[in-house]
């Protein structure tokens, strides 16, 4: 059962069901919303509930990050400084991170992914995906599914597990017989968890008729799908997804206004990854664009991951994809909670509507536009996650005097502590 809480002194609530409300409040019961409003209507009924002075800062609906590849060992170091002297990414690089996750314990892997969950969750994550992918053999990948359930055992954040055994095609292996290896793989990820299906369909990973044979055996074996599309080359992977009408297609850096149409047209989110645009220095940021002009339903990401985005920060996705991308602040805000919801098919958070999931941000600043404008300074003060407070700064850059009762907990006090 989740938490129950109210948060007063609410300077601008952002719930995306209303509109915006200043001098608000908002209540969580048993984990989820149950009422939203003006501080001076607050019901009565509530001296109950713990309560959150958030101060006069604003507060917006929980992160939902859609597309991380979070569980790996080892650095790619070597990658980033041959980029800087003007090299091409390419997935050559996956191998070496395959290799070191090898290597590392099971103990060394759980540690490694709850840490940068925790890192995600006190950036205001309060939702994410985590791929495999950096097993590229059948246990290896079932491994990591079952260290993603391990590492995220007790924690508070929600985590969506995806089987991404079509990474890539491992070096000396036959192309078809690793297809069908990996088709043979889905019944067992989805029975260790696994919720969703991906496949990197591109230039050096896998063609179009081999993602679309893995993605229509992974419908089939009940997993939702997904693909990454047209980050390196134009290659039909967008088209693909929407004739498998696949829940996202992600990346889309080379993705053309006909495809975009296609894919709006079919219901298939647009996942935005402007951290790996800038990380791998291809520079690309026009598709935000085209996409949102088709009526695209997009989701930001930060595709968290050792070779191209080695990033946890959903605000510093946010600022990319408005700075970069030209989308409006509010477009980014939409796109990083209710269109990461609706990638992953929870429409129950990425708003802050009564019945939905308590997760919500407040912010370090008084307004949301402060979260894009205010660069690199600390974009989330408290992480509220099913009703609970479960990550909390010491310090703000804008603190108001609290005038609330001693009985309240107030952004300058560490959780579970008094005045």
Not at 4 to 15: A, E, F, K, P
Not at 138 to 165: F, K
Not at 407 to 416: R, W, Y
């Amino acid at each position: 059962m989740g938490g129950s809480l109210v948060v007063r002194r609410i300077g601008r609530l952002t719930t995306w069901t209303t509109p915006r409300v200043e001098d608000a409040a908002l209540v969580v019961r048993d984990g989820a919303v149950a009422w939203a409003g003006a501080d001076r209507d607050l019901p009565p009924g509530v001296g109950d509930l713990e309560e959150l002075d958030a101060c006069g800062a604003a507060v917006i609906p929980g992160f939902v990050d859609c597309h991380t590849h979070a569980i790996w060992a080892g650095d790619r170091r070597a990658d980033f400084l041959a980029r800087l002297d003007a090299a091409a990414y390419t997935p050559e690089g996956i191998a070496s991170t395959v290799a070191a996750t090898g290597a590392a314990t099971d103990e060394e892997l759980v540690g490694l992914t709850h840490r940068r969950l925790a890192a995600m969750m006190a950036s205001g994550t309060t939702t994410a995906e985590v791929k495999s992918g950096y097993g590229l053999t059948p246990e290896a990948e079932l491994r990591l599914l079952s260290a993603i359930e391990q590492a995220v055992l007790g924690e508070a954040l929600h985590v969506e597990a995806t089987y991404l055994g079509a990474h890539v095609v491992p070096d000396g292996r036959e192309r078809s017989a690793y297809v069908e290896e990996v088709i043979a793989t889905l019944p067992q990820a989805r029975r260790l968890g696994a919720r969703w299906c991906d496949v990197f369909c591109d230039d050096g990973a896998f063609t179009v008729e081999e993602a679309r044979r893995i993605l229509t055996a992974a419908a089939a074996a009940g997993l939702g799908t997904r693909i990454h599309a047209e980050q390196l080359a134009l290659t039909g992977a967008a088209t693909l997804a929407a004739e498998l009408r696949c829940a996202s297609a992600d990346h889309l850096d080379h993705v053309t206004a006909p495809d975009a149409f296609a894919l709006a047209n079919a219901g298939v989110v647009g996942v935005l990854v402007p951290v790996a645009s800038l990380y791998s220095r291809s520079q690309r940021w026009s598709h935000a664009v085209t996409l949102r002009d088709a009526g695209v339903t997009l989701a930001i990401a930060t595709d968290c991951n050792p070779g191209t985005s080695w990033c946890e920060s959903m605000p510093y996705a946010v600022q990319l994809a408005c700075l970069c991308m030209s989308l409006g602040v509010d477009d980014a805000l939409r796109a990083a909670t209710l269109g990461g919801a609706a990638a992953l098919g929870l429409h129950d958070r990425g708003h802050l509507g009564v019945g939905a999931r308590g997760d919500l941000l407040v912010l370090a600043g008084d307004h949301e536009v402060d979260l894009v404008a205010h660069l690199g300074a600390p974009a989330v003060a408290a992480t509220v996650i099913g009703g609970r407070v479960v990550s909390e700064s010491k310090s703000s850059p804008r603190r108001v005097a609290s005038s609330a009762p001693t009985s309240t907990k107030s952004l300058s006090q560490p959780v579970g502590t008094s005045a």
